[in-house]
């Protein structure tokens, strides 16, 4: 079991930044891989990024260059930094882990573990 809690959302102006973070707690983390997604108002979750257990890093192409997605295991952790913020980074943050390896960590149907997600409102 992991258990996760998101923070850090907030309303802000096209161009500014934010940083969310998840801490998370539980067992055998260290074989947990662990991602951020969105859900837009009226869409589906989407991927944004992922960090896996053993460090690789992945990113939607939208968010390549402005986000950067990294993790504090002394704290227990893990951050989104979001610079250059567009109206279209409206959403719901989430943030997510699994234990599961060789599945495709951009699709949500493979984390197991959810946390109740933090709003992130850009005004144009």
């Known amino acids: 079991q992991v258990q996760l809690a998101e923070s850090g959302g907030g309303l802000v102006q096209a161009g500014d930044s934010l940083r969310l973070s998840c801490a998370f707690s539980g067992q055998n983390l260290r074989t947990v891989s662990m991602g951020w997604f969105r859900q837009p108002p009226g869409k589906e979750r989407d991927f944004v990024a992922t960090i896996t257990w053993g460090g690789t890093i992945y990113y939607v192409d939208s968010v390549k260059g402005r986000f950067t997605v990294s993790i504090d295991n002394a704290k227990n952790t893990l951050y989104l930094q979001m610079n250059n913020l567009k109206p279209e980074d409206t959403a719901m943050y989430y943030c997510?882990?699994?234990?599961?390896?060789?599945?495709?960590?951009?699709?949500?149907?493979?984390?197991?573990?959810w946390g109740q997600g933090t709003p992130v409102y850009v005004s144009s």
């Open positions: 997510a882990a699994t234990d599961l390896t060789g599945v495709s960590l951009g699709n949500t149907e493979n984390y197991q573990y």
